[in-house]
Nanobody, 122 residues
Framework: QVQLVESGGGLVQAGGSLRLSCAAS????????RGWFRQVPGKEREFVVA???????SYADSVKGRFTISRDFAKNTVYLQMNDLKPEDTAVYYC????????????????WGQGTQVTVSS
């Protein structure tokens, strides 16, 4: 069975940093597009950043210059480095993988992790 497991969330002060990890089993990350999304209760899941299988990367405007997606294929793990965190970044963060045409569209991803909570205090 395919599993994606996020970790690394927590409570951080505004201006601080966190690195989220997403470890995969049952699939090879390098064969799929990889994305990070976030969700606040009562709102739809929001695109954060994604990298296509061909190597192109896209970021939401709200996180450009602050967040970076990376990976360690030897560990079958992807990461989200989050710097200069703001209270509005508070959300549950999800990693996703899939064969997708639009890496910004959450509905196109095949596999999802359980999410990890990120809370940024002012």
């Amino acid at each position: 069975q395919v599993q994606l497991v996020e970790s690394g969330g927590g409570l951080v002060q505004a201006g601080g940093s966190l690195r989220l990890s997403c470890a995969a089993s049952g699939l090879t990350f390098s064969l799929y597009a990889r994305g990070w999304f976030r969700q606040v209760p009562g709102k739809e899941r929001e695109f954060v950043v994604a990298r296509s299988r061909s190597g192109s990367t896209s970021y939401a405007d709200s996180v450009k210059g602050r967040f970076t997606i990376s990976r360690d294929f030897a560990k079958n793990t992807v990461y989200l480095q989050m710097n200069d965190l703001k209270p509005e970044d508070t959300a549950v963060y999800y990693c996703a993988a899939g064969v997708v045409a639009d890496t910004r569209a959450p509905g196109q991803y095949n596999y999802w992790g359980q999410g990890t909570q990120v809370t940024v205090s002012s």
